[in-house]
């Protein structure tokens, strides 16, 4: 025996249920689809942004970086601390910077410790003498933003052209054969 009217409304019921459920998938597909946009929008976002911020002056960038090789700046800084540098609208005395000597060829990081005549006094807090160069302007190459201590030794590591060559490798390797799959056996797939 059946209800009177349970005929009728059953078709509705399972009508309105399964469009309840066909209309979540679709949702779910489009906030995912919001949340890949979202994702991939703030990635190229912070992409930007670092490229802006740390991009070398040699690609284009603003920043310009350098490995401390001697020891004219100990205890501030020690051999082979990687230090980014920025231009800067205006130089001070006390700013450390770094410039581009013509005696040695290489950008030189000391501290600013007079200014005259739109030249620069440069000083290593280690020396006990002041720089024989007094550059211009032009010639600095920036003022300090941070350092890494000793991340210049990785840099360095860089020059080595096996490293290099390993370094290439393992790239090609986790760009091309890292996403391959093998079948295993009753994987139909």
Known sequence: MTRPGWDET???????????????????????????????????????????????????????????????????????????????????????????STLLGRVVLHRIVAIHDGRYGFKGDHNSFVDPEQPRRDQLVGRLWFRIPRAGRAVDALHTPWIVAVVAALLVFALLGGGTRTRRDGDSS
């Open 10 to 100: 059953l078709p509705t019921a399972y009508g309105r249920a399964a469009r309840t459920r066909s209309a979540l998938p679709g949702r779910a597909r489009r906030f995912e689809c919001v949340l890949g946009v979202v994702g991939l929008t703030l990635g190229l976002a912070a992409v930007a942004a670092a490229w802006w911020l740390l991009a070398p002056a040699q690609l284009g960038g603003s920043t310009a970086f350098t490995t401390v090789d001697g020891t004219s700046m100990e205890p501030t800084f020690q051999r082979s601390d990687l230090v980014a540098l920025r231009a800067a609208k205006t130089y001070r005395v006390g700013d450390i910077a770094g410039y581009r």
